[in-house]
């Protein structure tokens, strides 16, 4: 059985648009809550979103949804999706959810859930709460005795900071730093700047002012021009940019130029493997992480261990293999020793860490080996997907045989949009771009 509600990372569509109405998010909410209680004691479930404006009416149906199923509801407020996974487990939830559509625009939103332990559910579980929302759960719903309360959650944007703060080598300062940090207007606008200035920074917010719709809006990780013009504008040794719901972040150099997951993931597992903090031999990355990663872990004699796309899925190798750096080239960097999730705040802080304890420029700090060609282009669809078509197949086994031994293709659907993302990597800059640009006008046509 396939899974029709949930994708690569949780639900997500256009609010008041199914799947993201408030009626599915009250069934939801009350098939989640079905499958989490187990025993008598009093459930309970975090709710956490980023600043959307459907998360107002996302919040209050999921909580309906939980409340008529007899689970207590803590609500955070707009908090970043790893603060969510972080109070599931220090309040000792049955499980969390954060109603956040990430790096998505505002009229998107999703909902994503964490088990007990702060991590991501599985494909099953997921599929176990779609499969309930099949059948009649109006007998399973409480008493009118057993309905659940719902509580505002005092000073998470504290508890946060504090928990943030702790992941920061003990001892070292951010003084002397001029640090841009772009919040995307989203879940981080209170607590990242709060954080860095704590730790000595002379900080220069910028995406700090929500309205409700300006989320990721010409602005954090994936629009980094503001964050990276902020830099040279304030003379700042770094620039970081998170996304609407800060599990992910990229970072400018004092140049100006952006530095991508794959950089900080090659920074931070190199810098623990000098200190003797990593674990497992490699780091965890997906497909789509650049072949120049590859190399210099190896020149590092390291390995790096590929996943499908989706942060749960190198989370699901990390904690298999027993690594504890991982992430995307995108910039959701998982660090297991801190977080079951990505942070991008969190991430930040260890590249951080790193230009402290080296006193090195970010330009030198953070660049440690040159990329290959790569190009990602993406091609919408709607109705079946055009990668069965007989024309498609074939385009895209002769590409395959073009760039064999010198690159890669990759050819996937988005789990979150209905795109057809077509990457190719290699030596040739030339034969790349060619390869992705003919795979995308046939795709495109079949599309039509």
């Not at 440690?368 to 990602?376: A, M, V």
């Not at 024309?391 to 590409?399: C, G, L, M, S, T």
């Amino acid at each position: 059985m396939t899974r029709k509600l949930f994708g690569t990372d949780g639900i997500r569509g256009t609010a008041n648009q199914h799947p993201m109405t408030a009626l599915t998010a009250m069934m939801v909410g009350q098939a989640a809550a079905l499958h989490f209680k187990n025993g008598d004691h009093r459930h309970r479930v975090v709710i956490g979103k980023d600043t959307r404006l459907s998360g107002y009416m996302l919040e209050n149906a999921l909580t309906a949804g939980f409340l008529s199923c007899g689970m207590d509801v803590m609500l955070a407020g707009p908090v970043p999706t790893p603060a969510v996974a972080m109070l599931t487990r220090s309040l000792r939830a049955d499980f969390g959810v954060m109603i956040s559509a990430s790096h998505n625009p505002f009229q998107d939103n999703g909902i994503k859930f964490f088990g007990p332990d702060g991590y991501k559910l599985s494909d099953e579980v997921e599929l176990e709460i779609e499969s309930r929302m099949d059948t009649n759960m109006a007998a399973d719903l409480a008493p009118a005795a057993d309905i659940g309360r719902a509580k505002r959650l005092d000073d998470v944007v504290g508890r946060y900071t504090e928990y943030v703060k702790q992941t920061f080598p003990k001892g070292a300062s951010l003084s002397g730093l001029k640090i841009v940090i772009d919040c995307a207007h989203g879940a981080a606008y209170k607590v990242a700047p709060e954080v860095l200035w704590e730790l000595g920074a002379d900080i220069v917010k910028i995406g700090v002012s929500p309205n409700g719709k300006n989320i990721n809006d010409g602005c954090g990780s994936t629009a980094t021009e503001a964050m990276r013009r902020a830099v040279l504008e304030h003379k700042a040794d770094i620039g970081i940019a998170l996304d609407g719901d800060a599990d992910r972040v990229l970072i400018s150099d004092e140049k100006g130029q952006l530095v991508d997951g794959d950089q900080l993931m090659g920074l931070i597992g190199a810098d623990w493997h000098r200190r003797g903090l990593l674990r497992g031999g490699s780091v965890v990355a997906t497909v789509m992480s650049n072949l120049g990663l590859e190399k210099f872990l190896e020149s590092q004699e390291l390995g790096l261990l590929r996943t499908p796309v989706g942060d749960r899925y190198v989370v699901e190798v990390m904690r298999a293999q027993g690594c504890n750096v991982g992430g995307e080239q995108s910039g959701h960097l998982v660090l297991g020793d801190f977080a079951t999730t990505g942070d991008g705040l969190v991430a930040a802080l260890q590249v951080l860490a790193v230009l402290v304890a080296g006193n090195k420029p970010a330009s030198e700090a953070c660049r440690l080996f040159d990329t290959f060609p790569q190009l990602l282009k993406n091609v919408r669809y709607s109705g079946a997907s055009p990668l069965e078509q007989a024309n498609v197949q074939k385009a895209i086994a002769d590409a395959e045989g073009r760039l064999k031994g010198s690159g890669r293709l990759l050819i996937r659907k988005s789990g979150t949009e209905p795109l057809i993302r077509v990457m190719a990597e290699g030596e040739n800059e030339t034969l790349v771009t060619a390869v992705v640009d003919e795979l995308v006008n046939i795709i495109g046509r079949a599309a039509a």
